[in-house]
């Protein structure tokens, strides 16, 4: 049974910096995708980031060059480092694992991923 928690969420100046934290529990996925999503109010749920177990990394255009996704195999823990933080990256964000690695024209979709976090907040003032 895959778990998922995120942490990190905050409340930020624009330009500041976060990181974001998700702790996998679970995950016996040998080939694995995971990624985080971004969400305002009931807009649909943005993919902005992606890692698989091939080490293939995939970004928005909206976070290309400011967002990093990495994942510490060690620890469990996949991160999303944010950098030169917008009014737009305000949203709620959510980390997601499916099994199997991803088509890239489908790794950034939240249809794909079957296992999700509770969120966590982030506002950019």
């Known amino acids: 049974h895959v778990q998922l928690v995120e942490s990190g969420g905050d409340s930020v100046q624009a330009g500041g910096s976060l990181r974001l934290s998700c702790k996998v529990s679970?995950?016996?996925?040998?080939?694995?995708?995971m990624a985080w999503f971004r969400q305002v109010d009931v807009k649909e749920r943005e993919g902005i980031a992606a890692?698989?177990?091939?080490?293939?990394?995939s970004y928005a255009r909206s976070v290309q060059g400011r967002f990093t996704i990495s994942l510490d195999n060690a620890e469990n823990i996949l991160y999303l480092q944010m950098n030169n933080l917008t009014l737009a990256d305000t949203a709620m964000y959510y980390c997601?694992?499916?099994?199997?690695?991803?088509?890239?024209?489908?790794?950034?979709?939240?249809?794909?991923?079957?296992?999700w976090g509770q969120g966590t907040q982030v506002t950019v003032s």
């Open positions: 997601a694992v499916k099994e199997g690695v991803s088509k890239p024209w489908t790794v950034l979709k939240s249809v794909q991923y079957n296992h």
């Open positions: 679970g995950n016996s996925y040998r080939d694995y995708s």
């Open positions: 890692i698989e177990s091939s080490r293939s990394v």
